[in-house]
């Protein structure tokens, strides 16, 4: 996958359907002839913008373009949810595998990464300001020890808080599985069942990103046993794409429709 220019529209990364198609090792005629096909599926500022007019007009003038695309008269942006559809679409091994990277490497902003404040409205340019000017002054401020313990105390409380788990989901999870191995027999074979089942439709390695997720949490500067506790469960729950497959297949090993 080459070197992708980075798009930042309306508050998140966004892909040209040329740029999709280079990354799923496919043409813009097929995914353009997917998204025909299938467009009842595709919901407008969730899957996918259009541009056209005036704000195309801003759009081109604001970054550099591609030169098929200097004179469109309509430019689609793909979300990552919109990707993962187009995925899905394609079904082959080299667009999933395509996908997960764009998910790890490009939709995901990392630490450290630098922002375009030109891409943010006016009222998220001027908060962006007033906060880092209010950072600033608390930092400049912050003089003795015992002021500073108490800044590192806080930031440690909002790094603790990076995982966000969805507790309701989770005890539906551990009930349903606990019914099939009620049928099945033992808990720990069907939970790794469910985990071999999710790789194979997924066409994912949760074991590869848990790593990477690991990796993220170190980088955000969680605590040890923040990253040690971090499991599979962890990673499915980041992924809506992994979750919605995940809660499927473990509700179809819970009342045996599983084939």
């Not at 990552?80 to 999933?96: I, V």
């Not at 990477?212 to 923040?226: D, F």
Request: hydrophobic share 35%.
């Amino acid at each position: 996958m080459s070197k992708l220019m980075i798009i930042d529209f309306r508050g998140q990364r966004v892909l040209t359907t040329s740029q999709l198609a280079d990354s799923y090792d496919t043409e813009v005629k097929i995914l353009s002839k997917n998204f025909e096909r299938n467009e009842k599926r595709y919901t407008e500022g969730k899957h996918y913008f259009i541009l056209q007019g005036e704000e195309l007009k801003e759009f081109k003038a604001s970054r550099q373009i591609d030169d098929n695309l200097k004179f469109a008269p309509i430019i689609y942006l793909w979300t990552e949810k919109g990707a993962w559809l187009h995925a899905k679409s394609l079904n082959t091994d080299r667009s999933w595998e395509a996908y997960e990277m764009l998910v790890d490497d490009y939709y995901r902003v990392k630490e450290g990464t630098s922002l375009d404040i030109s891409q943010l409205s006016p009222e998220m340019q001027m908060f962006k300001l007033t906060f880092d000017a209010v950072a600033k002054v608390q930092l400049e401020a912050a003089q003795t020890k015992q002021e500073l313990i108490g800044l590192q105390t806080t930031v440690s409380t909002i790094k603790e808080t990076f995982l966000q788990r969805d507790d309701n989901w989770r005890q539906e999870i551990t009930r349903l599985l606990n019914r099939a191995a009620s049928r099945l027999g033992g808990f720990r074979e069907v939970r790794t069942e469910s985990y071999r089942l999710l790789e194979e439709r997924a066409h994912c390695k949760l074991n590869t990103r848990l790593a990477n997720l690991k990796e993220r949490l170190a980088e955000q500067g969680a605590t040890k046993s923040k990253i040690s506790d971090a499991n599979r469960l962890d990673v499915i729950e980041a992924d809506p794409r992994l979750k919605e497959i995940y809660t499927t297949i473990v509700k179809e090993l819970s009342i045996g429709t599983l084939v």
